[in-house]
C-alpha cells in the first residue's frame, strides 16, 4: 500500500504535520511519504491519499485546490483524509469556540465530488513575524496568543485510526 501525504505548508507547520503522519504510517507497516502537493506529478502511483493544507482566509492554499482539481478523478477512486492547519487552539474565550464552525466553510472551498474519508482541522504554529501588522492586532483583538499549538497526540491518534482503515479495508473508493 503506497500512500501519498501531501501537503501545502506556507510557513512549515503543515510540511511537519505531513512527515509525522507519514512517518506514523510507516511504522504501521505502509509505504507513505511527505510530498509538498506543488511537486506531484504522479498521482495514479498512490494507492491511498492523506493531503492537507494551512488555511488562510478559511480556506485551502490555491496550489494544494489545484492539485485536488486536477487529480479528482483519481482521488475519487481512492481512499482520501484531508487535514486543514489553522489556528483555532491560538484564540481564546468565545472565538475559540468558533473554530469547529470553520471546516464546513473550509470544505465548500475544495472541488465538488471530492470524496473523504475524514477531515481534520488541526492547530499549528502561529508567530507574530508571519502576520502583517494589521493581522497582528486583529489577532490579539480577537485573544490571541502566539505558540505551537499543534496536538501531536491527537495527530498521532488520527494516523493510527487512517492506518488501521488502510489495513482493514486498503481499497475502494471513499465511503464519505
Known sequence: MTVLVGHMSADGSTREIAERIAAGLRRAGLAAEARSLAEV??????????????VHRQNWLPPAVDFLRGD?????ARPVWIFSVGMPDALRGPFRRMGPMEVPV????LPAGLGYRDHRLFSGVVTADRLPRTGRIAFRLLGGRYGDYRDWGAIDAWTARIAAALHAAPHGPPTA
Open 72 to 76: 479528482l478523478e483519481v482521488l475519487r
Open 41 to 54: 506529478t504522479d498521482a495514479d502511483a498512490y494507492e491511498a491519499f492523506v493531503l492537507g493544507s494551512a
Open 106 to 109: 473550509i470544505e465548500k472551498g
